[in-house]
Structures are given as C-alpha cells and as structure tokens.
C-alpha cells in the first residue's frame, strides 16, 4: 500500500491553483443522467478517486463517458439501460445517493446499493427518503439496496427536519421532472448547493432561491445537455489556507472564491495570521505571533465540519487552548489519537476537542482513517520535526487531487512510496 512520506519543518511559499469543488462534482455526474437529449460537457472536475468512483458507476449504467482532458468530462446519459446501480462502487461512496434522486427523476424507479462514505458517524438518509415519498415515490429497502418508484412524481411543500446538504441536492434534483411546483424548506446553503441548481438550471430546470432558506422549483418536460464548470472548491482551499498558517508561510491561492471562505478567513485572522482577497485569490501568511481560538461547526455560512480537522492541527501547534466543537458529525475526531503519537495535547470529550498547543510535533507512523483525518495527518506532518509517514491514503486520495504535487511545489518535502 503507497504511503505519504513528508519531512517537515518547510513554510509554505508560493501560489497554488485550487480545483474544482469534489462536493459538487459528486452531485453534478449522477444529475447529468436527467438529460435525455444532448451531452452535458462539465470543466473543472477534480481529479480525484470518488469522481473515478462516479464515472465508472455511470458507465454500469450504459452512460457514455469521455474524459476530454484530467479535468473535463463529457457524459452522454442517452444511452442508459439499466436503473440499477448495484456495484461495489456505490457501496464505497457516499454521494451515490445521488443516483437515488437522478434515476428516480427521469426513469420513475431505481435500485441503489445503500452509500458508504468517510465513518465519521451514524449517516442516515431519513430526509432524501421522507423527500422522495412526500414526491409519490414509493421507497423500501431490501438486500442492502434502496429500491424506488412512483407513477408519476407530483411537487409539494416538504420542510426538512434537519438541514441536510445531501438531502437538499437529492430533492432538488428529484423534483426538477415532477409535475407542479416543489417548495424545500430548512435547506442546506452551501456554494455547492447552490453550482447543482446552476447547473440543473443550465438544463432548462426552473430553480429558484438555493443559497437562502427556501428553494422552489417548479417542473419541466425534460432537461437537455449543457456545458458547466465545477465551483472552486472551499474545502480544499480552506486546507491550503490553514496549511500556510501552520508552517508560518505565505501563499497565494488562485482560483477560488473569497466569499465562500469567510468563516475560515475569520478564524485565522482571529488567530493572529493575515488573510487578503483578490477576486479570485486570498493571500495568506503569518507575520507575528498566532493564538488559540475556539471554533464550532455549523452548516454554510457556519464554519465547514470539513475543515475542523485540519485545523485541529494548526491550533495543536499554536499557543494557548483552543475548542472545536463538532456539530454536525458525532465521530469526527479520529484523527486525535494519531495527532497524539505525533506530540499533540488534545482530549476529546463527547463532541468537544479540547487543544493545548505544544511546542513541537515529531514525525512519526500515523494512519489516514477518513479524507479530511488526512488531510490533517499531512499538515502535522508539514510542521512536524523529521519524517512523518502517512498510511491509507485513499482516503486523501478520494478528496483531494495530487495532493503531494501541489504541496511539493509550495516547497514541501512530501513523495508517495
Ligand atoms: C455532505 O455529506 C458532504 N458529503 C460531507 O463532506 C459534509 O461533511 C456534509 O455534507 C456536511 O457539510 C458530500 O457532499 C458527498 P448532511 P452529507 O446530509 O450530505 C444528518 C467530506 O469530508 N442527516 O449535510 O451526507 C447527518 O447525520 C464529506 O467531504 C440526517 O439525520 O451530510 C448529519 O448529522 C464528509 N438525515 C447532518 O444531518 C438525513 O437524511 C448533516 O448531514 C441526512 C442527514
């Protein structure tokens, strides 16, 4: 198994190119199926191991699926025979369920294996299947797969118990074929909620007001190709921000956009260190001292639970305690045993991560156990005194695209063995 090896102790320095959002891709691929007519040609996708995971799903599908360079994809969704996805790559992935919502819009029936994803707690899909009943779909879960139809799909009023990022994609994505209108209250507002209405509405869907409380969309006949490109990505932004921070460097990252990044801005700024925006760029370097801070994660404009971890080792290495206290996931402080073999002083009680900085992290053996615990095992490692080796790395492999290429040309000392 390939490992990451980094020897720490480099500042960051330099500009690196932010890819496109992996959360939003996941959604954009399986909704690419609802064009019946025409190829939906999608730039920016990261080049990533869940996106892989998706193409060849929408291959098993009888999809056509080009790969036009690393970065854009062609998809042809004329030629589906199948609306049973049933492969070991939907088990692997959480955005699988995307194929729920797609398969069930434009088909009226699918069979989806249950989603796997990042074990970072209980991950339940109450609110996609509460969605798609209160559409007339008819839902039961047999042999580990969901099994969906429905006559006809008919839009109605359904306010979401708990605000879900994937159940508010499903739904819309679910609704843009029914009959009438479909108003989702209690929604999720992330940037990448927000690029699949874009995107949906680029195929003639009639989508209104995602990014604020309410989205309403009202049905059309059929949804045609288009050509799209992906949202920057604020979570890998956010982890080369916090980063440069950690190893006291200064970067420039291009491509992104600021606005999506205030949360995390205002904690480093909070912190001590300077964050300043362009159009599509921040800058971000430390000039002085840095301190601990608290942090509590929340649902867009909230601070990301995606970033909380690699943040956890910046603040281990800052001087001063700090708290983060994850909202939204019930077991994602993982990466804390590991961060510990390393030197860090973190204890963890119930949903609450209680941070001492400590002076120093050494390099040691530490394992990857989801995407976003690597991603900090990396940043431990970038600060870390000697040589830390990082295992599991499909993990980090599903998220972030070359993650060593792109840290190595900000002047880390990170290979791949
Ligand atoms: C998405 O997961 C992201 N994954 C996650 O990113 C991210 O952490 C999460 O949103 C929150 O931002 C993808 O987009 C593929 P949710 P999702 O539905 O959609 C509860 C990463 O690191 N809930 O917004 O699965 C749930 O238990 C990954 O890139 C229900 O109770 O998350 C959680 O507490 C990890 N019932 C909360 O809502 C439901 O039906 C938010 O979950 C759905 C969710």
């Known amino acids: 198994m390939e490992k990451l090896i980094i ?19 996941v959604a954009l691929l399986p909704a690419a199926i609802l064009a019946s007519e025409g190829k939906c040609v999608i730039d920016n996708v990261p080049d990533i191991e869940d996106v892989h995971c998706l193409e060849r799903i929408l291959k098993s599908l009888g999809a056509k699926v080009n790969k036009l360079n690393s970065n854009a994809l062609e998809i042809n969704a004329q030629t589906i025979d199948t609306v049973n996805a049933c492969t070991e790559d939907v088990r692997r992935m959480r955005a699988s369920y995307y194929f729920i919502g797609a398969l069930l819009a434009r088909f009226k029936e699918a069979r989806v294996e249950l989603p ?48 879900s990022v994937g159940a508010t994609i499903n739904l819309m994505i679910a609704a843009t074929l029914a009959e009438g209108t479909t108003t989702l209250e209690n929604v999720a507002k992330e940037p990448h909620v927000v690029d699949v209405a874009n995107f949906l509405n680029s195929m003639g869907a009639d989508i209104k007001g995602a990014g604020t409380d309410v989205i309403k969309i009202r049905g059309v006949e059929k949804l045609s190709g288009c050509n799209y490109s992906v949202v920057p990505d604020q979570i890998e932004a956010g982890t080369f921000m916090i980063a440069t921070v950690a190893t006291k460097g200064d970067v420039v990252l291009k491509n992104v956009i600021p606005k999506h990044l205030d949360s995390i801005s205002a904690k480093l700024i909070e912190m001590g260190a300077k964050v300043e925006e362009g159009d599509d760029s921040v800058r971000v370097y430390v000039d002085g001292p840095l301190k601990g801070i608290n942090i509590k994660t929340a649902p867009y404009p909230g601070f990301p639970t995606d970033v909380q971890q690699p943040m956890c080792t910046l603040l281990s290495s800052v001087p001063g305690r700090s708290l983060i206290v994850e909202t939204i996931w019930e077991n994602r402080h993982k990466h804390v045993d590991e961060l510990e073999k390393m030197g860090a002083q973190i204890k963890v009680e119930g949903r609450t991560a209680i941070i001492d900085g400590v002076e120093t992290l050494t390099g040691t053996l530490v394992n990857a156990t989801d995407l976003r615990a690597g991603a900090a095992l990396v ?11 990082i295992t599991s790395i499909e993990h980090i492999d599903r998220g972030y695209p070359h993650i060593e290429d792109k840290f190595k040309k900000l002047g880390a000392k990170i290979t791949r063995r």
């Open 379 to 389: 940043i431990a490692g970038l600060i870390a005194e000697g040589e830390t080796q």
């Open 7 to 25: 020897n720490g102790g480099s500042s960051l320095r330099g500009e690196v190119e932010i890819n496109g959002a992996k959360n939003a891709a």
């Open 116 to 163: 796997g994803g990042c074990p970072i707690g209980v991950r339940p899909i109450d609110q996609h299947i509460k969605g798609f009943e209160a559409l007339g779909a008819k839902v039961s879960i047999e042999h580990g797969a969901v099994n969906i139809m429905a006559e006809k799909l008919v839009g109605t009023n359904i306010f979401f118990d708990v605000v």
